[in-house]
């Protein structure tokens, strides 16, 4: 295993000195190499398909263009996962409207660690995810599955940090109340081979 990473590390690190030489087939290489984990954020910041989809090759043009910037004693996939979310979070920032979303600074006892997603399949946490308003799912991803903090949110977004913590928790309460819904569905069909495991959830009781 170790050895077969190593050989991958290589073969990225050829790439990636293609890319600064601004080489098309490094280029194209690179791109398909990483396809796959970078569609997987631009979907989950996305409406749909089609919106990840430009979000992705926004991405990568500034990947490339920043190419010289990677340190290569680092890791390429969390730099290359920074440029990612940062270009979908440019991409939905000026359509967010988070003036209709009090603080709630006073909503301290939020819990940190959200339960909504637990034992939810990925896909069909993102199915969900996709569904919830621009502004909702922004904060969400950024807090509960991308691990950055209100503090941290507020700054990129340009809001204050009750703000961020307002959207991460109507963000759980329709993630919730879309739980709820699909569970039931999934009840009246449990007998067709539907594997509820996937869709069963802990709901947040500290969550009024």
């Known amino acids: 295993m170790t050895a077969n990473r190593d050989r991958e590390d290589i073969v990225i690190q050829k790439y990636i000195q293609g890319c600064i030489r601004n080489e098309r087939d490094s280029q194209k290489a690179l791109y398909q190499h990483f396809y796959s984990f970078a569609m997987g954020i631009c979907l989950r910041y996305a409406n749909d398909r089609l919106d990840a989809a430009g979000i992705l090759n926004d991405g990568f043009f500034k990947a490339f263009k920043n190419i010289n910037k990677y340190e290569p004693t680092k890791a390429f996939l969390p730099w290359l996962g920074r440029i990612i979310t940062n270009t979908a979070i440019d991409y939905y920032r000026a359509n967010l409207k988070f003036a209709d979303h009090v603080d709630i600074l006073d909503h301290e006892n939020i819990a ?43 700054e990129m977004l ?20 879309m739980l709820k ?28």
């Open 112 to 154: 940190q660690v959200s339960s909504v997603y637990d034992k939810l399949a990925y896909h069909d946490l993102l199915a969900l995810v996709q569904r919830l308003s621009a502004g909702y799912r922004t904060v969400f991803n950024l807090f509960a599955i991308d691990g950055y903090t209100h503090e941290e949110i507020a």
């Open 158 to 177: 340009g809001i204050s940090v009750g703000t961020s913590k307002s959207n991460l928790f109507k963000a759980r309460q329709k993630l919730q109340e």
């Open 181 to 208: 819904a699909t569970e039931s569905k999934t009840y009246q069909v449990r007998n067709s081979g539907v594997d509820r495991n996937l869709l069963e959830v802990r709901l947040n009781t500290n969550m009024q």
